[in-house]
């Protein structure tokens, strides 16, 4: 399973130092999540920081845009140096063509199901995916409880997947700490997007935890 570490939880004093950190702890990816206010109750980065990170680490950045209008972030976010932009299928009416605009960017395209979202939203748009992003926690902010019954909502996707005979990754976020990684593992997870276990401890001996009840 690749794990994600979010820098929500990361020491944005010393957020160079964080990045580092957990890029040389083995991270796979590095999520970076965009919130505006108006989507979520919270408000965070903008591509202003995706730009920042480029030069400073060679994990790949998976943005989370919890943003309304996400079409209006699609080129500045890839511009910034994104490698995979995941946006909220609640976020836009037009969700297939902010996909299109995804693609057309040239980075990578991945779609997000708050936990109220049933899977049957992503019917038409799994073909074109490379992501899909099941969120385990209410978006928003970041030390949240993980919800358990997302977890059957992961092997569902599983199932899925394999009856259409794709190829996109399943990642989940929120909650994931060592007492959850290995119920989504065992759902069939890909990618475990993870913020405040890894930074509210050493973040190397936390995502060495976490690999570790991955398995
Ligand atoms: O998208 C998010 C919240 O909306 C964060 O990525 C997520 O909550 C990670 O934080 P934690 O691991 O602390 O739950
Ligand atoms: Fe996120």
């Known amino acids: 399973m690749k794990l994600a570490p979010s820098i929500l939880s990361a020491d944005f004093a010393n957020l160079q130092r964080d990045v580092q950190v957990v890029e040389q702890a083995g991270a796979d990816l590095l999520h970076v999540d965009i919130m505006d206010g108006h989507f979520v109750p919270n408000l965070t980065f903008g591509p202003g920081m995706v730009a920042a990170l480029r030069p400073i680490t060679s994990l790949p950045l998976d943005v989370h845009l919890m943003v309304a209008d996400p079409q209006a972030w699609i080129t500045p976010f890839a511009t910034a140096g994104a490698d995979t932009l995941l946006i909220h299928v609640e ?3 037009h969700i297939f ?6 693609k057309a960017a040239g980075v990578k395209a991945g779609v997000v199901v708050n936990p109220g979202t049933p ?3 992503l019917e038409e748009l799994l ?3 490379d992501q899909v992003l099941i969120m385990t926690v209410n978006p928003g902010f970041g030390g949240q409880p993980f919800l358990p019954a997302m977890a059957e909502k992961v092997a569902r996707l599983v199932t899925v997947r394999k009856q259409l005979g794709l190829h996109f990754e399943i990642e989940v976020d929120g909650g994931v700490n ?5 119920t989504v593992a065992k759902a ?4 475990a997007v993870a913020g405040s276990y890894v930074f509210n401890g050493a973040p190397a001996h936390q995502l060495e935890t976490l690999r570790a009840f991955a398995k």
């Open 119 to 121: 899977l049957s939203q």
């Open 91 to 93: 976020a836009t009416a």
């Open 188 to 191: 069939g997870a890909d990618i």
């Open 97 to 102: 063509h902010a996909v299109q605009l995804i």
């Open 127 to 129: 073909p074109i995916l």
């Open 178 to 182: 060592d007492h959850t990684i290995a």
